[in-house]
């Protein structure tokens, strides 16, 4: 009786399918993985071995499933090897694929799930076989099972499924009040003080939304940022992007890690190298020229390109940029990540690589760059696009930064006119954001107009307030203002900025003269 009982509360091909449909569709984990309790959920010892095995290879070794790569991962110990033999290891996992839906997985997973929640209800000695024999249990789902029995099973119910509950939002006060003595509530800090100020740094669940109009340094600035996360506060970075390529952001990084005195500090090597110099292979001898490859007097090379990249690679300046980017992967190892999305940026294809950026390289900061729509009349998904990465920054608990491009007419605004109208028909985006930037290069020509004001810092204090200071005319400079900020007051922040070293440096913040 008691066997034929444990049948009814078991559901073997819904455990298969979806096994197999996360086979088949590894990036289905990102969605499904975090709710699934392999203990509770897989009563098959088949079943639930295939999922462990999945779920450890996604999360440490592949997002790709082959046979080669699986039968790799299952060798590299004893234990699971063996057990994976016995169970007839891809031949098993070919068959859950070849039988599963991806497209069902839906509900594969709410059918496991409440034969699940079932199971753990009998367990714990309440009358789950009455359920069983409901008119219309086949249309019931887990949770409706659970309002069946609520009024007894609210533990049950904590360990097999999640269901939030309301707080009394004034417990605790004083605590919480003294927590921030100990531990002030302050995000990953940044090189930049303004960010520090008005931001308290990367907050976690806090996406700043930074906005420039197009090719003024959006992606520039991000990767300076990464590479301030990662290699000043060791935490971990993904950048999204639909903009640059892997290779494009790659001689960026290594250009800012060179030049940026922030960096230089840290790497303790005194170079200043562009990335045009870089990317061309130009590098300078004692003498302070380039050397080239020799030739005659007709021009004709008389010496090969073997012995030409020998002497390159003799100069001083070639070996200090190669004994930086030695420190530079060193540093950066496991801590910093590129995914491009040129092919998919769609809110389905981002949500998913936020998703995995903390799901599978459990990284810190996300960021996205840049946010856009395909079709000029879809603006109003730029806005659910805004939504949804603010969602997910919350539900992950991470630090994000988005970029997205301004009008072409703020090119004729003045700073400190910039406003939400300066995003066009996609102005809608400020309204779920709770911070937002919006940015532009200084006309030289205006310099004038402005002044800043540099942040304090103890040595300038010693000899008394801060002074504000013009504009430099040698120097090129943006401004960003600070259009919305739940977090405290708004100001304009000056940069002075070289993109040819991708050098970026918050000066102050920006006032007019008066």
Known sequence: MEQEIALKMMNVQSELLLVGALYSSPDLYITYGSSIRSKYDFEDKVTRFFYDVFEDYYLTFSQEVTENKLNTFCSQNIETFKKYRAFKGWA?????????DVNDIKNYFNTVKKYSLIR?????????????QFKDFQRLSANDIYRIMRSKCDKINTDVSVMDEPVVLTNNT???IDSYLATPEMGIPLSWEGYNEYFRGLLPSTVIFQGLLSNEGKSRMITMMAADVVLRQKCRVMIISNEMTERAIKNCLIT?????????????IDINKNEKELTLGLYKDESGEFVVRKTDESGEFIESEEEYIERVKATEEYQKV????????????????FHDITSDY???AIELEIRKSKVVYKCDVFIMDTMKVDQLESWDRLKMLATKIVELGKELKMSGIATFQLTDATVFDDIFDLSSNNIGAAKGIKHPVDVMLLGK????????KYQYMPFATEESLMWGDPVAKDLNPKKEYIAFKIDKNR????????FQYDLNYNVWLNVGELQKKF
């Open 346 to 348: 769609s809110q389905e």
């Open 322 to 337: 190669k004994a930086v980017g030695e420190w530079l992967e060193r540093q950066t190892e496991g801590k910093l990540y």
């Open 174 to 176: 004083i605590s919480t």
């Open 441 to 448: 290069k200084l006309k030289r020509e205006e310099y004038d």
């Open 487 to 494: 977090l405290a007051s708004k100001t304009i922040l000056l």
């Open 120 to 132: 753990e209800y009998n367990n714990n000695g309440f009358p789950a076989e009455k359920i069983l």
């Open 92 to 100: 098993t996992v070919k068959s859950m694929m070849e039988m599963a």
């Open 256 to 268: 800012t890690v060179i030049n940026n005195p922030i960096f230089k500090e840290l790497h303790g």
